[in-house]
């Protein structure tokens, strides 16, 4: 059976007023390496099944990860029941109706049928690559094929198929390190030699680190540690649920001048360097937002129950429902600027160059104050050059006081830890300690 | 299942596995979670599969599938040499295990009071009656979660070993938020994380009385919007049991881990700053701090029988009388080291490969009564409840904030501290422990979260922790 024919199947083998059945599958791969050497390399295969029941305006969920039809029936009968044991919910839970999508490019075959031995290959490669420069590396390199599925009692059926793959290397001399990232839905965009490459010289360009003291310093954040703090912005930034619990920074701010002018976000789930998307997991169609336009946030977003319980329209946000976390954006892409990531550093005086932040964490999340450290390659800037390798610092900041303060963004933009953003220059950071490495 | 795993062995040892080890799990959970008087979230979930490890041409392959057939077994099984002879083509030298007794078991869960005996309709009273004990007027929102969990495991290698396992996890938790236009705060209990939890039945969530602490954390959480902010200064301080939790968790656990230690972290959840050379030699702390690793406690969230390697648990000193003493390991790096593997081989479920984790990994207590601790200070601040943490890819510098604070002043607690934070480097901060809470105050705490690996695996531990006092550390770190 296709996916979406085990949703509709699973839909009528339970009773509701309304009734959802959401499938999700994958097969994933992943070879990871360290010491130069292959030590672990793991594949998986698996399946959600999850059917929500309403009815009498209770809901229950039942999730299953077999497709026999015994173990379908099982978990739709079970959500009934457990629908049957929820209180009524005071607002009025409307799932969606039947829609139309955009059609979504099919997934590329390169990128599902990477082998075992391709990414040993890959690896291999770049282990010759990084030994003679007396460098040892790390990484991982994985390729994933997923599909998803929705059928509701309204009329909704949806389903969509993807792909992506990712190689990440971190080179390591003894008293430094350098990280490359490539993440895409197109195995052809991944070229080990030059992300090997990309992550040495920065190995080496920080070997014998120096400390500074921790204060405030001009900054251009590589596109890993800007993607990083736009993805902790995400947090708690444009949730309905968030902001009913008061923590959603964006809700204080709405119509406000808040950041840079040269910072807008957008929502994008037709990206084709990102997990595209047709449809949200209600079912409902997903279209491009604005998020922040010009320095200035704009909107919320909302799925079917906070946008009846606000009065809103549903924005196609829904996550998982049976994960009870809210609407969230999903594709998140910040616009690019113009110029180059040398022209940025030739622009400082003194300054800093971070290359990626390390178990960042909000402390108060209406400010976006941060904590969290640089990693894999921090460096002073001096007089529009890399003058040396830091040891790693302590960042304790507020996001919206950085970005308020973005200079520039980067020409390119590339896609980190699912967000799609350039490097960025800004006029300060403030590091709050330093580390002894 | 015994059909199954012996197919599975032989498949791969005839495609050229030299060991082959496979796990069969068959995981039920259940979530409830109410939110604002309603129920927002009622689930049921089971997860099936198994997953199968080799060592062929001298390298790891893992394979896995939910599908979980005789058929699909072999191919699977066969899948993970091929995987296994792709790796090789990088090894420098072939895996070595460390020797190890091997074991045939059938482990029950030990718990007496199966939530599955509790009907429904009570567990679901429960969160509601929770929930709606933070409604005060002023609170922004207010939310429960209680979870439970079944698991039944299968293990069988090449060596001969064969052992079932049975895990019950219960645990629940809540939260109140206040907000106004200038500040948002939140109050957790027991702890941050979504709750306590331990394989202790549901009598272990009943005893928590949810209900019973609604109003009290509800109200803090609307004091918090006008309480103070935390100085900036140095201080001698004291941290509660569930934020010592994390302090364990962050500064010791993790950096005790011995695959940091070998590099096969370094990529993602980086490496530890304990080399093998400091090793019974190190002063990772005051006299007065012993680490223990022990997977025997009873009822522990991190505890286990045989880990996933087929290891038997044990009860081991990280740290004693202040010096570092060992390490959490696999047989794969036991074997390196040259030393008995402890046991700490864990997989967050079929489709992950095992890797070190920890287990219960405990301070243990000490002599002092929380009076005790607190009026040895003039000037201090008493730190409660995990809010925010942050430690360095080598595990030496942290910073961690806390939900709530209060002042210490002449040995007596004082006014309350919003967001309160403080900042160290690991040894230095446990070279200043001075003072440990009593066995009185001792409670394991269940961590539900904790990540590491790639793909990601979120383990489920715990921490045996008392209130402990640090001195002269450095707080207020921000705005």
């Not at chain 1, 698996?46 to 209770?58: A, E, G, L, P």
């Not at chain 1, 001009?218 to 540690?225: P, Q, T």
């Not at chain 1, 894999?376 to 529009?384: H, R």
């Not at chain 2, 791969?12 to 409830?32: H, K, P, Q, W």
Request: hydrophobic share 40%; with cysteine.
């Amino acid at each position: 059976m296709k996916y979406l024919d085990i949703s509709k199947k699973t839909l009528s083998f339970v009773q509701g007023d309304q009734v959802e059945v959401l499938v999700t599958a994958h097969d994933s791969a992943l070879t990871r390496f360290a010491n130069s050497y292959i030590h672990q390399n793991v594949k998986e295969t698996n399946c959600h099944v999850t059917v929500r029941v309403i009815r009498d305006n209770k809901q229950g969920f039942a999730e299953t990860n077999s497709f026999e039809i015994d173990a379908l029936k099982a978990v739709a009968q079970k959500a009934g029941e457990i629908s049957d044991f929820s209180p009524k919910d005071p607002v009025q839970r409307i799932l969606p109706g039947k829609s139309d999508y955009k059609q979504l490019d099919l997934p590329d075959l390169a990128t599902i049928s990477i082998t075992p031995e391709q990414r040993a290959e890959a690896v291999k490669g770049m282990i010759d690559y990084a030994n003679p420069l007396g460098l040892t590396i790390a990484g991982a390199y994985s390729n994933d094929h997923s599909y998803t599925a929705i059928a509701n009692s309204n009329g909704i059926e949806a389903e969509s198929e993807g792909a992506g793959a990712n190689l990440k290397v971190t080179a390591m001399s003894t008293d430094s390190s350098g990280a490359a990232e490539v993440e895409t839905p197109h195995v052809s965009e991944i070229n080990p030699m030059m992300i090997i490459k990309e992550a040495c010289d920065r190995a080496i360009t920080s070997k014998n680190p120096i400390a500074i003291d921790p204060g405030e310093y001009e900054v251009v954040l590589l596109h890993y540690a800007a993607a990083e703090l736009v993805g902790m912005m995400n947090w708690s930034g444009y949730s309905a649920r968030s902001a009913e619990e008061g923590s959603c920074w964006t809700q204080f701010h709405m119509g406000k001048q808040i950041f840079s002018d040269k910072f807008t976000v957008f929502d994008d789930p037709f990206d084709p360097r990102g997990g595209q998307r047709a449809f949200d997991y209600e079912g409902f169609p997903a279209h491009k937002m604005t998020l922040i336009n010009a320095g200035v946030p704009v909107t919320l977003v909302f799925d079917s129950y906070y946008a009846t319980k606000t009065g809103k329209n549903n924005t196609g946000h829904a996550t998982p429902a049976s994960g009870g976390w809210g609407p969230f954006p999903m594709n998140i892409v910040v616009q690019g600027g113009n110029v180059s990531i040398d022209e940025m550093i030739s622009k400082v005086k003194r300054g800093v160059l971070i290359s990626r932040f390390w178990y960042s964490n909000l402390i108060r999340p209406l400010e976006i104050e941060f904590t969290g450290m640089t990693r894999d390659g921090l460096f002073l800037i001096e007089d529009g050059k890399i003058k040396a390798g830091l040891k790693n610092m302590r960042v304790t900041d507020s996001i919206i006081r950085i970005l308020s303060g973005l200079i520039e963004c980067e020409n390119v933009t590339r896609s980190h830890d699912g967000i799609i953003c350039p490097a960025m220059h800004c006029k300060s950071i403030k590091f709050s300690s330093g580390t002894l490495f | 299942m015994k059909d199954h795993i012996e197919r599975a062995l032989k498949s791969a040892t005839l495609e050229g596995a030299s060991y082959v080890d496979i796990r069969i799990i068959d995981n039920m959970s259940e979530r409830i979670q109410a939110k604002d008087k309603a129920i927002t979230s009622l689930s049921s979930s089971r997860s099936q599969g198994f997953g199968v490890r080799v060592i062929a041409d001298g390298a790891w392959g893992f394979s896995s599938s939910s599908v979980v057939t005789a058929d699909e077994i072999e191919k699977v099984a066969k899948e993970a040499v091929s995987i296994a002879k792709a790796s090789a083509k990088t090894i420098k030298e072939p895996i070595k295990l460390a020797k190890i007794e091997v074991f045939k078991d059938d482990v029950p869960s030990g718990v007496i009071d199966d939530p599955r005996n509790i009907p429904l309709s009570e567990r679901v009273k429960l969160a509601l009656d929770a929930d709606k004990s933070m409604d005060i007027s002023g609170i922004a929102s207010h939310e429960v979660g209680i979870f439970n969990t079944f698991e039944e495991k299968f293990f069988g290698s090449t060596e001969g070993a064969m052992i079932r396992q049975e895990r019950i996890e219960s645990g629940a938790g809540m939260e109140a938020f206040a907000a106004d236009d200038k500040a948002f705060a939140k109050r957790s209990y027991p702890q941050s994380f979504g709750g306590d939890f331990a394989c202790d039945g549901w009598n272990f969530v009943i005893k928590m009385d949810l209900p019973g602490n609604g109003e009290r954390i509800a109200k803090q959480a609307l004091e918090l919007l006008k309480a103070k902010p935390c100085p900036k200064s140095r201080k001698d301080i004291v941290i509660d049991g569930s934020q010592m939790a994390l302090q364990v968790h962050e500064s010791l656990g993790h950096p005790a881990e011995l695959d940091r230690v070998f590099g096969t972290e370094a990529a993602y959840a980086g490496r530890s700053f304990i080399k093998p050379d400091m090793r019974s030699c190190f002063k990772y702390g005051s006299p007065i701090v012993n680490i223990t690793a022990d997977a025997t406690i009873p009822h522990a969230f991190g505890g286990l029988k045989y880990d996933d390697e087929g290891v038997k648990a044990k009860r081991v000193y990280l740290v004693k009388n202040g010096i570092f003493c060992d390490y959490l390991d696999s047989r794969e790096d036991a074997a390196r080291l040259g030393v008995e593997p402890m046991g700490a081989m864990r997989a967050s479920g079929w489709n992950r490969i095992p890797i070190v984790r920890m287990v219960s990994v405990n301070l243990e207590p000490g002599d002092l009564t929380f009076g005790q601790l607190i009026s040895g200070i003039d000037d201090g601040i008493y730190f409660e409840t995990t809010l925010s943490w942050s430690i360095d890819d080598h595990r030496l510098n942290f910073q961690f904030s806390t939900e709530i604070g209060w002042e210490i002043k002449n040995g007596k607690l004082g006014e309350m501290i919003r967001t309160p934070s403080y900042q160290g480097i690991t040894p230095e901060f446990w070279g200043s422990c001075d003072g440990i809470g009593n066995r009185d105050l001792w409670h394991v705490w269940g961590v539900p979260n904790c990540g590491k690996g790639e793909p990601m695996q979120t383990m489920h531990v715990s921490h045996g922790t008392a209130p402990t006092r640090f001195r002269n550390i450095q707080v207020g770190v921000g705005s």
